[in-house]
């Protein structure tokens, strides 16, 4: 692949409106199911009043935490999600992608308690992007990731690197996702060089499947 991160975002700008339709659409089970409800029970359970939002997507977790009394500003590369986030009642989302974010181009605030990624550190090159959102936290302030569970999708193949998201399965017209594929130590590893320690993770799980449908990891 010549350009995976720039391929990335750009299957977004294909993606967004049918991502819309699915999100709120609820055509995703395990979002549905057990995944939603994972990240809003790990943010609730911090008992943050600000919150940013990373790759907030159209916004839906935005506005839960809105409508839960809690501040949240939200960021997303792809100016449609942003835009629709904005229509759905989102004012503080703002769109920026994450080399900009990493560079510091762009004010997003700081003094944040918690910053969140769902499903959303899709690329590679993620410990510039974690050391700059560290820099925009509280001292007591955390970052909580919740992302496929690598034992769940690594397919025989567990190793770094680049993989490829084909929506099948997805209602609508979508384009193919390249996305990079990380182990747990992976994960744990790029945490570490970013100044962040592991404070807690957990597997959400639904009761009726046999493997978890994510892994959410919080780090202070
Ligand atoms: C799977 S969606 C998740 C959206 C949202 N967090 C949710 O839970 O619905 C991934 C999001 O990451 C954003 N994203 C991916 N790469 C990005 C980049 N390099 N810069 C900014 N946003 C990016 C996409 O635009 C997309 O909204």
Known sequence: MHDPENALLQSWRHNAQAWIAAVRGGAIESRRQVTDQAMLLAILGRQPERVLDLGCGEGWLLRALAERGIEASGVDGDAALVAAAQAAGSRQALQASYAQLAEGELDIGSGYDLVCANFALLHQDIIPLL??????????????????????????????????????????????????????????????????????????????????????????
Not at 168 to 177: E, L, S, V, Y
Not at 187 to 203: I, K, N, T, V, Y
């Open 131 to 220: 050391a700059a959102m560290k820099a925009r936290l509280l001292p007591s302030g955390a970052m909580l990731i919740q992302t496929l569970h690598p034992w769940s999708v690594a397919d025989g193949d567990y190793q770094d690197g680049w993989r490829q998201e084909s929506f099948a399965g997805f209602p609508g017209d979508w384009q193919p996702m390249p996305w990079y594929f990380r182990t747990l130590a992976s994960w744990l590893s790029a945490l570490d060089m970013a100044g962040f320690r592991l404070l807690g993770l957990q597997e959400p799980q639904h009761p009726q499947s046999a493997v978890p449908q994510s892994l959410l990891m919080i780090a202070g």
